[in-house]
């Protein structure tokens, strides 16, 4: 089955050029944009364009604030610029695998161990920065995980610096369930993991 993939528009091709990126890539789609590999003075970035018809208010503008937010605590892709009338926003590029994809490869119990670590120290940097991600719990997809095993929470789209804090609250829900398989594998070392959590 093919995939659909969004037309970007005019304008928006036209702030790319004008910026010197180059578009590759199409790497996913949601409900208010879609997600291109773009290139700058050789260097990979993924740029985040809203839909022409998302009715999401205001929507670059506040999910790079948002964004902006979680750099300053370091969690998150690196937000490099943003335009609200082109409706674009262009970050860091992760390139890595979501979380319950790297853990269903069955790594080593010190390689997970490693990497739950680092990801719920981030989640306590965003909780203690009052920042809640809001898009944390599920199939974990809003996780990614490079070939160095780095962690990095993206999609700050429903981020709220209102609303209570839950990120790490979230993430145990969702990883001590033992409704998936991913759930299963770390149950089977949580003990371990819990006991070397370092917050």
């Known amino acids: 089955m093919s995939v659909f993939i969004p037309r970007i528009s005019d304008p928006v091709l036209e702030w790319l050029s004008s910026n010197h990126y180059s578009t590759h890539v199409f790497l996913a789609r949601g409900r208010s944009g879609g997600v291109w590999l773009v290139e700058k003075n050789g260097k990979r970035f993924a740029a985040k364009i809203e839909h022409r018809k998302s009715r999401r208010m205001n929507m670059v503008e506040k999910e790079a604030r948002l964004l902006q937010m979680a750099n300053e605590v370091n969690v998150g892709p690196k937000l490099m ?3 609200v009338e082109a409706g674009i926003i262009v970050m ?4 890595g695998l979501p979380l319950s994809k790297w853990i269903d490869g069955w790594k080593s119990k010190d390689k997970i161990k490693m990497v739950l670590n680092n990801l719920f120290e981030q989640a306590k940097r965003l909780d203690d920065a009052g920042l809640d991600h809001g898009q944390l719990g599920g199939k974990l997809h809003n996780i990614l995980v490079d070939r ?3 962690v ?3 999609d700050f789209e429903k981020a709220s610096y209102v609303r209570k804090v839950r990120n790490v609250s979230k993430l145990r829900e969702v990883l ?3 409704y998936s398989l991913h759930s299963k594998k770390i149950l089977s070392i949580w003990p371990l993991v819990e006991r070397e959590m370092r917050f």
């Not at 860091?92 to 390139?95: A, F, G, K, N, T």
Request: aromatic letters at 12%.
């Open 148 to 150: 160095q095993e780095n």
């Open 92 to 95: 860091e590029y992760v390139d």
């Open 152 to 154: 990095t929470i993206i």
């Open 81 to 83: 610029e943003y335009n």
């Open 176 to 178: 001590e369930g033992g």
